[in-house]
């Protein structure tokens, strides 16, 4: 069996990611199995619209598969760099997609997986939702334009979810700007029925809900006076001053994350808040991700929390406090000929 299934009914493109015993982990192949169908699909005038979603009852999709990338780190890097190159066209591509594209952000919704569905233009999340960009806590930064979603939620709110890899729920998620509507999971194949014989629009009039009220929205003030800062070792103090027990929990809970990648991903959230497109964000999370390559701690990070999974990963600088910043602008250095380019073909093409 495929690990992604790719069919047209009713006027409806299915992508449904099927590795259920790995919460839909997305591989290299399966995103070339994507791409070039959803290319097809934007010019078919027999689809009108398509639809994403993964087997299974655990979730959308867990991320990418981290222990690839782990072993090809090991050896070199030259897969991950093409993984990363393909999967980043992708997410743009979702972005752009000229028909209606709903994601179904039903139960775990990590990394890779927010990149196939949060740049979608129709959003769907349910209660079971948990949605999150974890990557600090292995060594690695948000990708997948992760930070340009973070960097444009309320405030500093992306800036508290990236650093601690707090997961958000459906209420959240959509408060963030991460997911559009509610739709409760027990009515989830009526909604995709109903999809191959109303309109998009239609069918979420429909089958969606109010969602609930999200705690994170009412919790701005204090993660908007803590985060305001571009150093991590000064946020972290602010939230462990702070009287707000969650604000505490907060700094013990960055702590415990790759220093380097702390200081790299706020970097990262602040850059991206002032480039001008997804497009241009992806090109700078690429050069970031091909430098993460070469770092001691993915791979460490991956080590500790999948591979030997002693949850005890021996970061490299220890401290935030040892992270200088030549060790950040490291991340950021142009790759010349090997630049991922989607800024340009994207500028390129919206003046031809």
């Known amino acids: 069996m495929s690990d992604v299934l790719l069919e047209v009914s009713g006027g409806l493109g299915r992508i449904t990611l099927n590795r259920p015993k790995a919460i839909n982990a997305l591989s290299h192949a399966m995103v070339q199995q994507i791409a070039p169908t959803l290319a097809q699909w934007a010019t078919d005038d027999t689809v009108d619209a398509v639809l994403l979603t993964g087997a299974g009852e655990r979730g959308l999709c867990a991320g990418g598969d981290i222990v690839s990338i782990y072993h090809d780190a090991k050896d070199g890097g030259s897969g991950s760099k093409d993984f990363w190159r393909d999967e980043y066209v992708l997410n743009a591509a979702?972005?752009?997609?000229?028909?209606?594209?709903?994601a179904i952000m039903d139960g775990i919704v990590m990394g890779g997986g927010v990149g196939l569905s949060a740049h979608a233009n129709t959003r769907i999340v349910t209660e079971r939702s948990k949605i999150a960009m974890p990557e600090v806590g292995i060594g690695f930064v948000p990708d997948v334009g992760g930070t340009y979603l973070l960097s444009r939620a309320p405030g500093e709110i992306g800036t508290h979810f990236a650093l601690t890899t707090a997961r958000m729920n459906a209420a959240d998620a959509i408060a963030v700007g991460f997911a559009d509507h509610y739709v409760p999971s027990d009515k989830l194949e009526e909604f995709y029925a109903a999809l191959e014989t109303v309109s998009v629009g239609e069918a979420v009039a429909t089958f969606s809900e109010p969602a609930p009220e999200s705690a994170i929205a009412g919790q701005q003030g204090w993660i908007d006076e803590c985060y305001a800062g571009d150093d991590v070792q000064g946020i972290v103090d602010a939230l462990a001053a702070s009287p707000v027990p969650e604000a505490q929990q907060a700094a013990k809970d960055i702590a415990s994350k790759s220093p380097v990648s702390l200081a790299v991903t706020l970097r990262s959230l602040r850059r991206a808040a002032t480039l001008p497109s997804l497009e241009?964000?992806?090109?700078?999370?690429?050069?970031?991700?091909?430098?993460?390559?070469?770092?001691?701690?993915?791979?460490?990070?991956?080590?500790?929390?999948v591979v030997d999974k002693d949850r005890n990963p021996q970061w490299q600088p220890a401290t935030s406090a040892d992270v200088t910043a030549e060790d950040v602008d490291?991340?950021?250095?142009?790759?010349?000929?090997?630049?991922?380019?989607?800024?340009?073909?994207?500028?390129?093409g919206e003046q031809s």
């Open 330 to 348: 490291r991340y950021f250095a142009p790759l010349g000929d090997a630049e991922l380019g989607l800024s340009k073909a994207h500028t390129e």
């Open 280 to 305: 241009a964000v992806l090109d700078e999370e690429y050069r970031v991700s091909v430098a993460s390559l070469s770092s001691h701690d993915l791979v460490e990070g991956i080590r500790a929390q």
């Open 94 to 102: 979702i972005a752009r997609f000229p028909k209606p594209f709903v």
